[in-house]
Structures are given as structure tokens and as C-alpha cells.
């Protein structure tokens, strides 16, 4: 337990795989997977293997800004969401760095342009590497 980052409710996190840094992201213990928001979601084969490119928004407070991505379908899952509807989702598995210490998650991939941040952090992704401390944010700044 010792070797643990606390972390709160919030925190901004990299994704340095897909070229994003300082991602402000929701961290809910509630949710099992991780979900990340995408525009313009496009599956695609090559070469034998599956893709999946789509946009990116780096920033909440700038959604012009886009960025855009590519990376290799781990799977598609089927997850039912906070307002209890089911969706089929794209799966990417890719790096998640946060308080100097780095590790692969999963992130299905969905729109979550009603919501305040981009990015959902879920028990899974937190690979029992943290504790989260829910009356606290950007612990790790």
C-alpha cells in the first residue's frame, strides 16, 4: 500500500501514446472502464490487423482543438452507462501516465460531449496503483 499515489477526484493526466498531455480527467471509482470522448470514430483494417482512428479534444476549455488519432482495436465491449442505456463501444488499450508513473489501461472509446470532462477514469485503469481521496482534486500538480 505504500507505494501508492494518492490522487483526487480530478486530476490531469497524459496519454502520451496518443499525444496528449495535461488531460483534465474525471476519476470515478464507480465506474469500472475508462472512457475517453470521440469525434469522427472511423474502424478501419490494415494489413490483417484492426484500427480505429478518431479525433481527439486535448482540451475542455478549447474544444476547437482536435487532435487526431490512431490506434490499434483491442476489442469492442458492450458497456451500460450512468443513465443505465447499453452501447457497444470501441476498446484501445494504450499508456496512461500520472505522477511520474506510467501503465497500460484500456479505454472505450464514446461521446461524452454532455459531460464535463473528456476522460473517465474507472477502477480498472487505476490498476491498483493509487488511492483516490474524493474530497480533493489535482493532487498530483
Avoid at 480530478?10 to 476519476?27: F, M, N, Q, S
Amino acid at each position: 500500500m505504500n507505494n501508492k499515489m494518492i490522487i483526487g477526484n480530478t486530476e490531469a493526466l497524459c496519454l502520451p501514446e496518443l499525444g496528449i498531455t495535461g488531460l483534465h480527467t474525471r476519476v470515478d471509482t464507480g465506474a469500472k472502464t475508462s472512457s475517453l470522448h470521440v469525434d469522427n470514430l472511423l474502424c478501419f483494417k490494415e494489413d490483417g490487423q484492426r484500427y480505429v482512428e478518431f479525433d481527439l479534444h486535448p482540451d475542455v476549455y478549447h474544444l476547437e482543438e482536435t487532435v487526431r488519432c490512431t490506434a490499434k482495436l483491442k476489442a469492442s465491449k458492450k458497456i451500460k452507462s450512468s443513465n443505465g442505456e447499453v452501447e457497444t463501444r470501441c476498446v484501445i488499450e494504450t499508456l496512461l501516465r500520472m505522477g511520474g508513473q506510467q501503465w497500460l489501461i484500456d479505454l472505450t472509446l464514446s461521446n461524452r460531449q454532455d459531460m464535463t470532462y473528456m476522460m473517465l477514469l474507472g477502477r480498472q485503469g487505476m490498476s491498483n496503483k493509487v488511492i483516490v481521496d474524493p474530497s480533493e482534486s489535482f493532487l498530483l500538480n
